[in-house]
């Protein structure tokens, strides 16, 4: 990490942080630390300096920065920060394949074709969201690697709700919604170990609207914003970190199942007439619940039938 990261982290973390005490923590001169400042100024952050205090971060931009989210982390990450990605989850599958280690975040600041699922298109304008990819290789049987969204889907909300103080719901099984429409979508895709039987790797795409940007006209009576619904802005670094922390034991979380928990509090189509598109197969049911595998329970007019993939939308 730059120097100047290392010296946000600290501005991020604290109130006023000496010139001295971050050159000897960093082993650097008192002259390199002012150069690491004034680029962190020419970047647009608000940084003052008042003798015999030190430095303050009076305003953070809403860029996306690694240090600033280092200093919210209490897990160990290595970070790829992209001013343009085609598809932040295309990028991290190819560390994933070239054998870069675990917990590694691929953020950019734009994608040109990120992807949601069913190769739909992801809408990813500049500075207005978190289009963040998680490369990941928590030891588990193939048989759980499917747990991965909805656990995924768990850690985002919390952080949302934590972050802005706004309720959201899950919609069964990848999306998070605030007042009815779309906020977050997530996309998984992993590798196996076909002779182990184990996962390789797995790597969680997110994408959030954070900011208050419009959306093209076919979107906005289905997306929505963290900052369009809550009326809070919210920092897209500080959202990162809180979704990394709450990733960090994703084996052990998946394991204990409890997240279930709260994945079922907060589904939004439980109770809910919905159309279903499953496989060739497309039909209206009711659903009824989510069961202990995250598969979504849902009665026809003849049967009870669990969905463990598929699409499903509500009927209004």
Not at 79 to 105: H, M, P, R, W
Not at 152 to 167: D, R, Y
Not at 279 to 295: K, Q, S, Y
């Amino acid at each position: 990490m730059a120097l100047k990261d290392d010296i946000l982290s600290e501005l991020t973390a604290n109130g006023f942080v000496s010139g001295e005490y971050i050159a000897e923590k960093y082993f650097v001169s008192r002259n390199g630390v002012w150069k690491a400042v004034k680029k962190l100024r020419d970047e647009g952050y608000d940084i003052e300096a008042v003798t015999n205090k030190g430095y303050r971060l009076v305003s953070e931009l809403n860029k996306i920065s690694e240090g600033a989210i280092r200093s919210g982390l209490n897990s160990d990450w290595s970070f790829v920060i992209l001013d343009e990605a085609v598809s932040t989850n295309n990028y991290a599958k190819e560390l994933a394949v070239s054998g870069k280690k675990e917990n590694t975040a691929v953020i950019a600041e734009t994608q040109s074709g990120g992807r949601g699922r069913l190769g739909r298109v992801f809408y990813s304008p500049k500075g207005d969201g978190l289009y963040m990819s998680l490369l990941v290789r928590p030891t588990m049987p193939v048989a759980d690697a499917t747990f991965i969204t909805s656990y995924t889907a768990v850690a985002v909300a919390k952080a949302i709700e934590k972050l802005c103080g706004h309720e959201v719901n899950i919609k069964w099984v990848n999306d998070i919604y605030m007042n009815g429409k779309k906020v977050c979508g997530i996309l998984t895709e992993a590798g196996f170990d076909f002779e182990g039987g184990t996962l390789d790797y797995a790597v969680i795409g997110i994408g959030i609207n954070v900011l208050g940007g419009e959306f093209p006209d076919e979107l906005k009576t289905i997306a929505t914003s963290i900052e369009k619904e809550s009326g809070e802005k919210v920092s897209r670094n500080a959202l990162a970190a809180e979704i990394m922390n709450n990733l960090s034991n994703i084996a052990e979380g998946i394991t204990s199942k409890e997240y279930l928990k709260i994945y079922r509090q907060k589904s939004n189509v439980i109770g809910k007439r919905v159309h279903v598109t499953y496989g060739n197969e497309t039909f209206d049911a009711e659903a009824v619940d989510i069961d202990d595998n995250a598969g979504l329970v849902v009665k026809t007019k003849d049967e009870l039938r669990t969905l463990n993939s598929g699409e499903v939308s509500i009927k209004l």
